[in-house]
């Protein structure tokens, strides 16, 4: 059994739950080496206090999850098979009845849910997710390595994005051109869609890029991130397009000041909310707190959005391992949005930052 199949294990053993059955693609991969995205199908993972675990996936990829290097059980359905009905064998092979199933309560469907509560009839059920939210929190030197690949090029995005900005282009149109440059460097996946947004529309946090042309004096923001065996990176950096007015370059100087505090802060033993402060402090004291409304990052890892939430009410603390963003940003409607986004690991001492394309402000003439 795996490091990672043993943590779990031990944790069911100290909370009496007796079964584990996951059904996270996310999770089923951490734990399990096997990733596959189902889609609607059946994709799980089932873990035993006392007996071997079994995996279930689709007839289809039985070959992929042996490739995996997944060497116990799988149990491998076919399109016209009820999985649950082989679910239900192998489980009556291994035990009678369970008092407590540990199951992703955020993530399972209601179907599903009567389908393992008929299973365990008797049982009571917990969530299994902040236990394993905990569990990949701390990355191991194989997901850095990964990690650090996937910031890499993410820092080569930017860069293609940045060259392609010209007078009239559209949002779509440089967004494709990064995209297409990245997937001629065998990026299959990106993180999440790609945001290259321009003018009004990088004032908002969440903005979504279309047929808008970019014009002189315009900021250009672009966020986004690539995957690299299933670990995500995510960058933010905006510049300016031709000379930029004295309020716009007041918010990037803020959000910039803001940005290299919290770095400077991030380290073993300060808390999440700490970091958080460091930045929002520096931008409410500037004028603009209200225009910061989201936490400052986010933990980054096979989910582009985990553990550590970087909140100013977190009092979690920073250890070596943690890999998250800071990404502080000033919105203002109809007169800028900036944000500075970089991704950091936290080391024995300090933090390495993973993304490194310059966060000066940088004039696009
Ligand atoms: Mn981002
Ligand atoms: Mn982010």
């Keep these: 059994m795996n490091q990672r199949l043993e943590k779990l294990t031990s944790w069911m053993k100290n909370n009496d739950i007796q079964v584990t059955f996951l059904t996270s693609l996310e999770n089923v991969y951490y734990l399990s080496g096997f990733y596959s995205n189902p889609h609607e199908r059946l994709l799980g993972l089932a873990v035993f206090q006392e007996s071997e675990p079994f995996l279930v996936c689709p007839g289809m990829e039985k070959h992929d999850a042996k490739r995996s290097g997944w060497d116990q059980e799988i149990i491998a359905y076919s399109d ?37 509560s008929a299973l365990f009839p008797s049982a009571s059920f917990i969530s299994a997710e902040e236990k394993l939210r905990k569990l990949r929190m701390i990355k191991d030197a194989r997901e850095l390595k990964i990690i650090q690949e996937a910031c890499s090029l ?65 900021l250009v923001l672009f ?34 000041k803001a940005q290299l505090a919290a770095v400077e802060a991030s ?20 004028g603009y707190g209200d225009y910061f409304p989201h936490r400052l990052g986010h933990g980054l890892g096979i989910s582009v959005h985990e553990y550590p939430s970087m909140t100013e009410t977190n009092e979690l603390v920073l250890e070596e391992g943690m890999v998250f963003t800071i990404e502080p940003g000033i919105y203002v409607p109809n007169v800028a949005g900036v944000r500075i986004e970089d991704d950091l690991v936290i080391t024995s001492s300090g933090a390495d930052i993973l993304t490194k394309f310059p966060k000066e402000l940088q004039i696009i003439k």
């Design 267 to 286: 380290r073993p033993g300060v808390t999440c909310a700490e970091i958080d402060l460091t930045a929002r402090r520096i931008i409410a004291d500037a």
């Design 80 to 116: 016209i098979q009820d999985p649950w009905e082989l679910i239900s064998k192998s489980i009556s092979g291994r035990m009678n009845s369970a008092a407590k199933v540990a199951v992703e309560k955020e993530h399972m469907n209601v179907e599903r849910y009567e389908k393992i």
């Design 154 to 218: 993410a820092d080569y995005a930017i860069e293609v994005g940045v060259q392609e900005i010209k007078e009239g282009r559209t949002e779509l149109e440089i967004l494709s051109a990064v995209e297409f440059a990245l997937k001629k460097k065998g990026v299959t996946e990106m993180s999440f869609a790609t945001m290259v947004l321009t003018g009004a529309n990088a004032a908002s946090p969440h903005g979504n890029p279309g047929m808008t042309k970019i014009q002189k004096g315009d």
């Design 223 to 256: 966020d986004l991130g690539v995957v690299i065996d299933r670990y995500c990176s995510d960058i933010t950096r905006t510049v300016a397009f031709g000379d930029i007015n004295d309020k716009q370059k007041e918010i990037y100087d803020t959000v910039l």
